[in-house]
């Protein structure tokens, strides 16, 4: 693991405004066009200090295929120590002569998406931002030298020498999942007793520092359908996720199920828990989407904060003025509600003790607290 520097400092910039990093995504999708529909709104500066990474010629070429966008400028800066307050301001990566076609996946495209990423997680590492909004990449087109991950999630928990777990978030509901971009027939294999105790123990943590709920309940969804019916649909409900919950709830973990995932669901089951754990990418994720379309997702288990919005590249309305910027800029709003909660979390975690001795009127240190006598 590299070392990161500034985790909890550096963090902001003039009266407490969390700079935030936004990378551009795949110059071909819709990423473009989702940042400057969530940046054209002048509010957004008065909640963070925006830092895109990416390409001044593929922001001007998007922003004259949005209609009625107000006029949005961008404050060029050569590193992000240049950023104002303010302003929308732009790190420009990459080859300034990539060709910009939208809707058309290409090797080029997917460099400029690396590129990009690849500077912001440096100035993550090193503190100069807060957190990092990712607009969505072309898996395919971004693999390579620089980027040899099935997916941001797994190339943040590279990066940062963390087990990252993805977490589908919003008001109505938050999805953690066990396993992420795998084959479906991989799934089963995948799942362990002990992967589904280390994700409860993931997703209570995160639920706890990161979203501020002071003892999560969370369900935990079976993988077969009807919940295996007793072992004629499968045994790994009896003999792997039911042990699971059993030994997380034995841990102080406020686990519950497995329940079948339709009824969860369907039945709006899902409102009487903080968080959902589900054992495979589709299962958690399709019930999300349908419930909130403009939700978020976060990588949690890392040191640093990541979010992003929760579709894809959309090559098929790139270009079209026909994207909903409704998720960016709930993951902009996320990213900035996370980095405060963490830390708050740190702060409120640190030395209780004696921090509960100073409420009452006096400080203390440990040689003030009573010794208890060995027994004999």
Request: aromatic share 6%; charged share 25%.
């Amino acid at each position: 693991m590299r070392d990161i520097k500034g985790i909890s400092r550096g963090l902001t910039m003039g009266e407490g405004r969390l700079t935030i990093g936004i990378t551009q995504g795949d110059i071909n999708g819709i990423g473009w066009e989702v940042i400057l529909k969530t940046f054209a709104d002048t509010r957004m500066c008065e909640i963070c200090t925006p830092v895109i990474y990416g390409s001044k010629r593929a922001a001007e070429y998007y922003r004259t295929t949005i209609s009625e966008l107000e006029n949005i400028s961008f404050n060029i800066c050569r590193t992000v120590d240049d950023a104002r307050r303010g302003c929308v301001n732009l790190v420009e990566c990459g080859d300034r002569e990539t060709a910009i076609e939208p809707g058309r996946a290409s090797a080029a495209a997917g460099k400029a998406a690396a590129d990009a990423l690849l500077r912001a997680v440096a100035d993550l590492r090193e503190g100069r931002i807060a957190a990092v909004v990712t607009a969505p990449i072309d898996k395919e087109t971004i693999h390579g030298e620089q980027f040899d991950c099935t997916g941001h999630t797994e190339f943040f928990g590279r990066e940062f020498g963390a087990e990252p777990m993805m977490i589908m978030c919003s008001d109505r509901l938050k999805v953690g999942l066990v396993t992420v971009h795998i084959p479906v027939s991989q799934v089963s294999a995948d799942i362990t007793r002990e992967k589904i105790v280390s994700r409860l123990t993931q997703l209570r943590s995160t639920l706890k520092q990161d979203f501020g709920i002071v003892e999560p309940r969370i369900a935990v969804l079976s993988l077969n359908p009807h919940n295996g019916d007793g072992g004629l649909f499968g045994s790994e409900e009896e003999q792997t996720i039911r042990p699971a919950v059993a030994e997380a709830y034995s841990n102080g973990i406020l686990a519950f199920g497995p329940f079948a995932a339709d009824g969860l669901f369907a039945g709006g089951h899902y409102a009487s828990y903080d968080a959902v754990l589900a054992m495979y990418h589709d299962q958690g994720l399709i019930p999300f989407k349908t419930v909130s379309p403009d939700g978020v997702n976060f990588t949690a288990g890392l040191p640093v904060i990541r979010t992003s919005p929760d579709h894809g590249v959309a090559y098929d309305i790139a270009g079209k003025d026909m994207a909903d910027a409704s998720s960016m800029r709930n993951a902009v709003f996320a990213a900035v509600d996370i980095a405060r909660a963490r830390e708050a979390w740190r702060e409120w975690s640190a030395d209780p003790l004696q921090r509960f001795e100073r409420e009452k009127g006096r400080d203390v240190s440990v040689n003030d607290l009573p010794q208890t006598e060995p027994e004999e």
